[in-house]
């Protein structure tokens, strides 16, 4: 084995895999070199590649334990050192044990959560978890689009208090959840930066959402303008900040003093965006580096636009908490059911505030497939996964704990991330890069049962073999599509059920082939192409309408609700018979993506006739 290939396997870069039609890729050397250099491992020569394998393996062979452990939370567990010597235990709650030990070193009980055990000036994280999560009882809920709750007569922008409307009205019918897309902090000072699939930072919320009172109309508009409506909301919270009486002064500093410097970080990089520029890397150069002088400078200088982003964040916390305690008000099993985007953008807020977490010049993407031959690249930041491990994963702790804060329900986008990781280079064919799965899946037991929630795993596309009962053993639940996998009822128990998602035509549209009009009409598909899609469509149909009893919402959503599935969606869109979707993959402006209206004001849709029907259906089936 060359240094390279070693070097390659120590960092877990894989030699090959198989995509979606069977065929093997092997990962050729470039592209070995180039995802090795992503993670600040140099080896653009084999001898510059042994050198970097050395260092790795003396690292390694200095620590007596490895970098991470994963324990059952509530036992006291007995590790096997390789040296022994003077060790102490640091816990979440801050106690402090600590010992000698030989060859064997016994533990405390350990409670939930992530430890720092220090043996011999080597650390190790402890990841002391639950072995699996409850599964939850049979419910359903509503997937609903955020930006598009507002009526075209109200127009704007939809926002936190619109989300906590329609979820009143929603749980009223006995829903146990309302979902929707990830409400990550995104680029305000970018309007057409409104994905909600690349964030600036995951860890934080997204202002565009933040209800402002007095906040002027925008009537007339059937889809969502975001530039004038972004405009006109920050304008309004501009407002509001700058009358701030004194109990709002102390609650903004009450609030910054509760989340730390993280959130003065991320209050002056928002700063230093609104001064230069939504994206960090077209900054001048002295503003690239968050520790620098010119940014200390900056943020002495400029106090009040600091804590103008800090108080964003506060009002975002508070008007989140109002939807969860609405959803608990109405006694929903789960209420606000949130979606965590699979990376970040690689020039927003996370990455300038820890870079040395994230790949450089990579993306996180997928293989070829037949829907996209040439692989897809999806402009997003991966975290490298030793030096997450080397952080005690506690960025990803910290991750799932901001999202589960408001919710009790959270999906994991693309969760086959948990095993591996599909790297794309600027220049070149993607490799999978293997990800620590036992101390992820552990990190996300923990943070669920912290909170009591229910984590579902968007485990869709090339599954890695072995994954699917990984997440099952965990207590996650995985995801299935009826518009694809029709024979439901052999669904296991521990998935959440849909008819399609965001990224697929709703019920009505797909009947009618919409989205295969789109793609022909975008030249995705050439006509010949197209005109075997609409066969095949028909003989779809003609299944769905034999297997459901009907190719109708409420047939459809009965059929959903007789599947073994602990947990069903229905998607907004289907209820109401809408037929556009919201996001064509492969599309960015030639598409409205993220900006389709839902039609009925938020306040309006518990007393929605297809609603009540739909509900109905659900609670005939034990939901």
């Known amino acids: 084995m060359t240094a390279l290939e070693a070097l390659a396997q120590a960092a877990g870069v894989l030699p090959r895999y198989h995509d979606l039609t069977g065929q093997e890729h092997v990962t050729d050397p470039e592209t070995v070199r180039a995802l090795l250099s992503a993670m600040d491992l140099p080896a653009a020569s084999e001898g510059q590649a042994a050198r970097t394998l050395a260092d790795w393996q003396a690292r390694a062979a200095a620590c007596a334990l490895p970098e991470w452990v994963v324990v059952e939370a509530g036992t006291a567990p007995v590790l096997h050192p390789a040296r022994g010597g003077a060790w102490y235990l640091l816990l979440e709650n801050g106690t402090v044990h600590d010992g000698a030990a030989d060859d064997r070193l016994a533990l405390p009980v350990l409670p939930l959560g992530l430890h720092r055990l220090v043996l011999a000036g080597q650390e190790t994280t402890l990841l002391s978890a639950p072995p699996a999560l409850p599964l939850p009882p049979r419910g359903w809920g509503v997937m609903l689009p955020l930006y598009g709750l507002r009526d075209a007569a109200t127009g704007g922008l939809g926002d936190y208090d619109d989300l906590r409307r329609a979820l009143e009205g929603i749980g009223g019918l006995g829903a146990g959840f309302v979902g929707i897309n990830p409400i990550h902090a ?11 699939y690349s964030p600036s930072s ?18 007339g508009r059937d889809l969502v303008d975001y530039p004038p409506a972004i405009v006109a909301r920050l304008a309004c919270l501009r407002a509001a900040f700058a009358a701030l009486d004194a109990q709002g002064q102390a609650d903004l500093a009450a609030f910054r003093a509760a989340q730390g410097a993280a959130l003065d970080r991320f209050a002056i990089h928002q700063a230093l965006s609104d001064r230069f520029g939504a994206y960090w890397c077209d900054w001048p150069a002295d503003y690239r580096a968050p520790d620098g002088p010119a940014v200390a400078r900056f943020a002495a200088e400029n106090p009040q ?5 800090a108080w964003l964040q506060s009002r975002a916390a508070v008007q989140l908490a109002g939807v969860r305690d609405a959803a608990r008000a109405q006694g929903m099993a789960h209420g606000l059911y949130l ?42 930041a991966p975290m490298i996964p030793h030096e997450l491990a080397a952080r005690g994963f506690r960025p990803l702790a910290e991750t799932l704990r901001a999202q589960l804060e408001f919710a009790g329900a959270l999906r994991i986008d693309h969760i086959l ?17 293997a990800m620590p ?22 485990d869709l596309g090339v599954i890695p073999e072995g994954l699917q009962d990984a997440l099952a053993a965990s207590g996650l639940l995985g995801c299935r599509l009826a518009m694809f996998d029709r024979d439901i009822h052999a669904w296991p128990q521990a998935v959440l059920g849909s008819f399609g998602t965001h990224d697929l035509p709703p019920l009505a549209g797909w009947c009618a082939g919409a989205d295969i009009d789109w793609h022909e009409k975008l030249g995705h598909i050439p006509p010949e192409a197209a005109g075997a899609a609409r066969a095949q469509r028909q003989r779809d149909l003609a299944d769905l309408s034999a297997r459901a009893g009907g190719t109708d919402a409420e047939a459809l959503h009965r059929w959903l609700a007789a599947s073994p599935a602990r947990l069903v969606a229905l998607q907004i869109e289907d209820i109401l018979g809408a037929t556009a979707q919201a996001n064509l993959p492969g599309t960015v402006d030639s598409h409205p993506n993220w900006r389709r209206r839902i039609g009925p004001a938020p306040g309006a849709l518990g007393q929605s006739d297809q609603l009540a029907r739909a509900a109905r259906a659900m609670q005939d089936h034990g939901r």
Do not use: M
């Not at 636009?305 to 982003?309: I, L, S, T, Y």
């Not at 970040?344 to 497939?369: C, K, N, Q, Y």
């Not at 991330?417 to 890069?433: I, L, N």
């Open 186 to 196: 995104g680029f305000p000072t970018d309007p057409g930066a409104i994905s909600p």
């Open 202 to 219: 995951r860890r934080r919320f997204n202002v565009a959402h933040i209800a402002c009172p007095g906040e002027g109309a925008e009537p």
């Open 305 to 309: 636009e600091v804590a103008f982003h």
């Open 339 to 380: 979606d965590l985007a699979v990376g970040t953008h690689p020039a927003g807020a996370e990455t300038w505030a820890d870079p040395g977490l994230f790949a450089r010049g990579v993306s996180l993407g997928a293989p070829p497939d037949p829907f996209a031959p040439q692989g897809q690249s999806w402009g997003l």
């Open 417 to 433: 991330g948990f095993e591996r990781a599909f790297w794309v280079p600027g220049d070149g064919p993607g490799a999978y890069v």
């Open 437 to 458: 799965k036992p101390a992820l899946l552990a990190v996300a037991r923990i943070e669920a049962a912290r909170a009591g929630a229910v984590l579902v795993g968007e």
